[in-house]
């Protein structure tokens, strides 16, 4: 049995990466359950907990958790908001284990689960993906996730059955290899599933949120599968393509036709509805086609500028271990 007090004198076996953001509703159920359920696996553990930025008493209940489990506890702090991939990045340039879990703080992925992804490692997998049982979300949430995941697998051929389940679990050397690109938005189960050569995925349970409400909303989905598309996939770019071809031969094919109307039956007013409700449809065309080119733009744009894609006021972890 692995001592708690010498469990950071080493490197640890397993680090838990944890982004926490406005979460201090169920924070201290996370913690009651977490680190037993760790305890019980009987490796070497740490715990890194991102606080995104909350303005609730979560950083403050960080501090206090910290305090109380100084041995497997790291906490850092942003100064600001910056996400929860942000989050889970900042967590894995700090971890130190040789096999890394994500799992998100509202409790929905029971911590128990854990035992179960580093299992699957155990058989020589490199990258344990989730699929959540008998959901708890709305009906309207599994049915939109249901549809982005179809969407981005056509787009993007990454196989994730669940994508929006954070509870993963990763290799050092995948952990290594996502620190080491350095766009500025990304998905990180996707990003790990590219650098990956033996994936998996297995069943997990599913709870309802201990507390407070989800912090994605129908807005930051559609981005976020904005950013699955085009940071994975140049496929819109060129299906865009192929129907500004057809769409330009069959209106040449379309004025030749009126041209010899034209010639035949002589001037006509009768057809100007039906050539602004055409003309409408390809400026609609046309400025789907902006958009999308821009998202792929605006990427470019934020990589460019070489900006910091966060900022840590501080980081809490038992100073002895800090270099071990």
């Known amino acids: 049995m692995i001592s708690p007090a010498n469990n950071m004198t080493i490197k640890p076996e397993v680090s ?8 201090e509703l169920g924070l201290a159920q996370l913690f009651s359950r977490l680190y037993p359920a760790l305890d019980k696996l009987n490796v070497s553990y740490e715990i890194i ?51 890394i879990v994500t799992l998100d703080a509202d409790l929905q992925n029971p911590p128990e689960e854990i035992g179960a992804l580093l299992a699957e490692m155990d058989k020589g997998h490199d990258y344990v993906g989730s699929i959540r049982k008998q959901r708890q979300d709305s009906l309207f949430r599994r049915y939109a996730s249901k549809a982005m995941n179809r969407t981005r697998e056509r787009i993007t051929n990454i196989k994730m059955t669940d994508q929006g ?15 080491q690109t350095k766009d500025t938005s990304t998905f990180i189960p996707a990003l790990a599933y590219s650098f990956s050569r033996r994936p998996v995925e297995i069943e997990v349970a599913h709870e309802e949120r201990f507390a407070g409400e989800s912090k994605y909303s129908l807005q930051q989905l559609i981005k976020l599968n904005f950013d699955l598309m085009t940071g994975f996939s140049t496929l819109p770019l060129r299906v ?17 036709f009126l041209a010899i109307r034209r010639l035949v039956l002589g001037p ?43 900022m840590i006021d501080a980081v809490l972890e038992n100073v002895a271990n800090k270099d071990t």
Do not use: W
Request: hydrophobic share 50%; net charge positive; charged share 20%.
């Open 268 to 310: 006509e007013a009768e057809g100007l509805f039906t050539l602004f409700g055409i003309a409408f449809f390809l400026i609609g065309v046309t400025l789907f086609g902006i958009g999308l080119l821009g998202e792929y733009v605006g990427r470019i744009y934020d990589q460019v500028r070489l900006r910091p894609r966060y």
């Open 16 to 23: 838990v990466v944890i982004p926490v953001y406005n979460e």
């Open 240 to 256: 865009f393509s192929l129907i500004g071809i057809v769409i330009s031969v069959l209106s040449i094919c379309f004025v030749i």
């Open 49 to 99: 907990f991102i606080n995104d930025g909350s303005s609730d008493r979560s950083a403050a209940m960080l501090r206090e958790q910290f305090q109380a489990r100084p041995d497997v506890t790291r906490v850092v702090l942003f100064k600001g908001n910056y996400g929860q991939h942000m989050a889970i990045m900042a967590g894995f340039e700090h971890c130190r284990g040789q096999r």
């Open 165 to 179: 389940c954070m509870l993963r679990a990763y290799s050092r050397d995948i952990v290594l290899a996502i620190n």
